[in-house]
T-cell receptor
Framework: EAEVAQSPRYKITEKSQAVAFWCDPI?????LYWYRQILGQGPELLVQ????????DSQLPKDRFSAERLKGVDSTLKIQPAELGDSAMYLC?????????????FGEGSRLTVL | RKEVEQDPGPFNVPEGATVAFNCTYS??????FFWYRQDCRKEPKLLMS???SGNEDGRFTAQLNRASQYISLLIRDSKLSDSATYLC????????FGAGTRLTVKP
């Protein structure tokens, strides 16, 4: 069972509405990632945090997406306004941050459907 | 061009078969390489790291060719339980995933 907690598991919303996802990583993990996975594709990195700092958000559509990890522990990913193309699984992952370990621990994901 | 490219498959093989997956990456600054496995409607999980010298873990063998920017995964004596999507992952600052190769092992 995944130890990275995410909520909600499922979210259905209408386009133009605001959506927020929450992630609580494994205790002590300094690195936190948000990925988006569209059905049939691999996870796409949206944002990476090291503690409370953003390390990489080059693929985050900043006009509508925002992410924060204010205290360096849990994190929130927000979409406003949601568009039809945002329908996907949003996966949070954490790692201890050790170089070359390569093991990301994923949560079960938040499945978003935009109508 | 995507940073990590994989043959999407699907690969449909009988039990006991040997199957190989390939992956290429575009950024020569990539530092580390991995294979992850993702079961249907589940989260990805680390299968194994990939080293330049090649490495084995039971029936699984991974190899890396830095000059060609190419990674491979070989599965010998396929089991029904090997059915999953296999994701090639490259570490360059963040961890970047390929689209995955779907494997179905049939009785």
């Amino acid at each position: 069972e995944a130890e990275v907690a995410q909520s909600p598991r499922y979210k259905i919303t209408e386009k133009s509405q605001a959506v927020a996802f929450w992630c609580d990583p494994i205790s002590g993990h300094a690195t936190l990632y948000w990925y988006r996975q569209i059905l049939g594709q691999g996870p796409e990195l949206l944002v990476q945090f090291q503690d409370e700092s953003v390390v990489d958000d080059s693929q985050l559509p900043k006009d509508r997406f925002s992410a924060e990890r204010l205290k360096g522990v849990d994190s929130t990913l927000k979409i406003q306004p949601a568009e039809l193309g945002d329908s996907a699984m949003y996966l949070c992952a954490s790692s201890a941050g050790q170089i070359n370990t390569g093991e990301l621990f994923f949560g079960e994901g938040s499945r978003l459907t935009v109508l | 061009r995507k940073e990590v490219e994989q043959d999407p498959g699907p690969f449909n093989v009988p039990e006991g078969a040997t199957v190989a997956f390939n992956c290429t990456y575009s950024n020569s600054a990539s530092q580390s390489f991995f294979w992850y496995r993702q079961d249907c409607r589940k989260e990805p999980k680390l299968l194994m790291s990939v080293y330049s010298s090649g490495n084995e873990d039971g029936r699984f063998t991974a190899q890396l060719n830095r000059a060609s920017q190419y990674i491979s995964l070989l599965i010998r004596d396929s089991k029904l339980s090997d059915s999953a999507t296999y994701l090639c992952v490259v570490k360059r600052a963040g961890m970047r995933f390929g689209a995955g190769t779907r494997l179905t092992v049939k009785p």
